[in-house]
Nanobody, 114 residues
Framework: VQLQACGGGLMQAGESLRLSCAAS????????MGWYRQAPGKQRELVAE???????NYADSVKGRFAISRDNAENEMYLQMNTLKPEDTAVYYCKATIKIFAYWGQGTLVTVSS
């Protein structure tokens, strides 16, 4: 599975941004897709994830502001980020899980200024 993330940028606090992740390869075997982020000097953390059946899970820090979605027909995943905060500044990565195997895309940088 290959993943290509895009959509990052320089934003102002309070603005919205949508990230996209395009999957190719053995996409039909993907169980869970997710977005992770890594801020400077911090560990990578889960932002949101979605199963093939559409069940979602969010980090507490983004609940109510971010929404993850998945278009199985187009093999794409999205992260709608609203009411951005400076603490959302990070490199955002998309991840796909097939059984016990994890596949990562390259990151896309989101910078939120106050």
């Amino acid at each position: 599975v290959q993943l290509q993330a895009c959509g990052g940028g320089l934003m102002q606090a309070g603005e919205s941004l949508r990230l996209s992740c395009a999957a190719s390869g053995n996409v039909f075997s993907i169980n869970v897709m997710g977005w992770y982020r890594q801020a400077p000097g911090k560990q990578r953390e889960l932002v949101a994830e979605i199963t093939s059946g559409g069940k979602t899970n969010y980090a507490d820090s983004v609940k109510g502001r971010f929404a993850i979605s998945r278009d199985n027909a187009e093999n794409e995943m999205y992260l709608q980020m609203n009411t951005l905060k400076p603490e959302d500044t990070a490199v955002y990565y998309c991840k796909a899980t097939i059984k016990i195997f994890a596949y990562w895309g390259q990151g896309t940088l989101v910078t939120v200024s106050s």
